[in-house]
């Protein structure tokens, strides 16, 4: 990883075309934690990292989504060495012209800590300037921002991600079992359930829930990973555990050791994505 993002915090991460790994904003460690506009692009075709154009506003715990092969992110904060707060500014960057622009301002400005796509709308909820819990939805073809209190936000708190049209988030902490929101009724459902729970200990927690060959696929911060074909008939789930804790940590601590340089006896994740060789 460049040198900036190996012990950086609060960037943003999201993949483009599905072979392009972005890393944007956060705070800079070896700057006195302020935040930057730097954002750089990993590409499992030339196995590099390169640079591209940096974001118009520095930045740091803010959210991204990908929608129509572009990059769209919000809200976060500005503090750096020389001051700054919450930010209701939005951009989007557009691959096919190599340029930020901004979008529509938030209606309010906040720290999102959980969001999604979900038909055609980026909704994100996070805290406000005054401690309170915000949901807010764009719409990219309004270019608008509105704030949602419908039952989809209601209690949302966890990872989820969209696989087939429908939304399912994590409904207990290790992530064995899962959410379903049900459009008609206006509410999360119980979908599926392993019964293989693993604890609520901060290291069994579900860092990720990403989509890959149509399974969702479960990672926790201990690296143990679990997948599900939620296709399948209600009841008849099978859960595969494609990774282990076991099987995880011996090469997991060896490999942050390397990217980082330092060796740490726990460790969370804080971005989980998927990439096309």
Known sequence: MPREYAEADGFGCAVLGGCHLYLLGGSDPHRGGGAMQRVVFYSTRSNRWHRAPDMLRRRQCFDVCVMGNRLYFAGGESYSRGGGGGLRSAEVFDPAKNRW????????????????????????????????????????????????????????????TCLDGRLHAADYKDGCRLRAYDEAADAWTTYVDSKQHRGSSQAAEAAAIVALHGRLCIVRNDMSVSAVVVAARAGNQRWQTLADKAHAKSFVTGLLSNLTGRSRAKNNILHCQVLEA
């Open 101 to 160: 622009s901004f979008v529509a301002e938030m209606a309010a400005s906040m720290a999102p800590f959980v969001s999604a796509v979900h038909g055609r709308r980026w909704y994100v909820k996070g805290i406000g300037a005054q401690q309170q819990v915000l949901s807010q939805a764009y719409c990219p073809d309004a270019d608008a921002w509105s704030v949602v209190l419908d039952g989809m936000v209601t209690g949302w708190r966890s990872p989820s």
